[in-house]
């Protein structure tokens, strides 16, 4: 445990982009200074495995054990269990790697043991040596649904099966409003040591609006002491990685930095937006938010190393 | 479908050394010919997953894709979810290999949806291109339990942690007695054209006793008009592999291919032993058993055919 008094901080995360912005915390953070809370809206059970895609990004990335070169799964794999199911004829659109599946086998195990996500993500990552603090957002199911031209989608249909491709109009999250608080996220966002809590460069649709559509966790946000930091996936109006770009186009939403401070408004005390995007801080600084401008493309580790830094340094009390 | 009067044939068969003498037959009869009775008092549940040893060896033989160096498991295996599963502190005492999963997850899935072990075998061997019929004992779970100086084993327990070093008192096929008739098995035994059944080279005990504790099975074995035939599993004195002259041993029983006819000698019409053991084969004779002997040594894909070859000769009608 850390002496009180140490800052600690908190990450609202979905996948790849958050996973990035979250190894390199954990690199210039103790471990027990950082607490991740992962999106769990893209879970679901597939050939009777669950499947936790965020959960298993993060722990994969802060294990040092993730593919670099796709961002997700796990680095030196083999598909032979995915090459049997495809002999046997059955289902091989979601992409599972041998490697992988024993976390499936043993997170399906432990949870039929009557143990929460929140205990089980404790176990897995204590055995792979991750010191951070991974928590789901909940143990209860929550589900993203995305309301589109193809009908209403459960999120790994609309995002791997149909890779993304039908038209947004809507989004839900089934059982958020419902989901109790964790015992683990009730007690962390009072946290008198709580110096921040950013939100990840994630898909604000897709990663972190299932977050805050439960309804004890946005409470806590708006009512924590800390300040509450997002920073933009939107960098020179594209997005990095995924659909972040395509569907704000398709909800009617400008792809601007702004336009995700926008979205975020009713949270938000501090935003930080990339260097390509400081003409759009004035606005946003007219507006009252407090605003950073720095590199926010994640190639390397070290740039990952500079945004933790450069976010740690903008939370810090002026 | 054949045309009615072609003769078919049954084999009652547990894993390794059944597979073998399954594959010769099938290499010598047409597929529609062969039906395989399989135990499944192997059968369990490990991580989740519903696991059938004999069934798969069977299938992976028949398939050509067993590892020939084990007998059992697939050929070109990889294992990274063992190691993964090793790497999370999970049970790694029973060798899943990658490729082998897949069999399992989707059995697994197909079982949860309501499907028989028979339908879902069926499905399974129709997708990997096996003709011939393979049916589990039962669809009911019928679990081999080890009476033994270390207590009560379950099968897996006693046969691959233990690697079937307690010594062995008693045993007992747990289910079997309210094991109702499959279907698929009550109509085969009454064929007017089944012109015999097999007793493949097996482990009386832990292979085939479980099929005979059926007492639906038993009975129409008893009554059906094929001569019942078995091969024995003991050659010189010796068992080819596994535990069946270390059990028997431990039972008190003598380590001969004529205390293998014994012990079914309740079913038996005819007996198969090894050119070595020819000597025990005049005393069968004047019990009022049929007895051939051969070459019953199956090391290579000829051998088996052999066996299978000598088999259906000795079985023809004289």
Redesign the interface.
Known sequence: MLPAGSPRYVVLSGGVGGAKFALGLSRVLRPEQLTIIANTGDDFTH???AISPDLDTLMYTLAGMVNEQTGWG?RD??W??????E????ETWFRL???????H??R??LL?TGQTLTQVTR??CA??GVAVNLLPMSDAPIRTLIDSDAGTLAFQDYFVRRRAEPRVTGLRYDGATRAPPTAALASLLTDPDLAAIFIAPSNPYLSIDPILAIPSLAAALRSSAAPVIAISPIVGGRALKGPTAKIMGELGVPVTAGAIAHHYRDLLDGYILDDSDRAEADALLAGGLAVGATHTVMTTLEDRMHLARFALGFAAPR
Chains 1, 2 share one sequence.
Request: charged letters at 20%; hydrophobic letters at 45%; proline letters at 0%.
């Open positions: 050939l009777g495995l796990c794999e083999t032979s269990c995915l090459a049997g199911l002999a046997l004829g059955a790697g041998d490697r992988d599946l024993a976390t086998l043993e399906t195990r039929a176990h897995l055995q792979l």
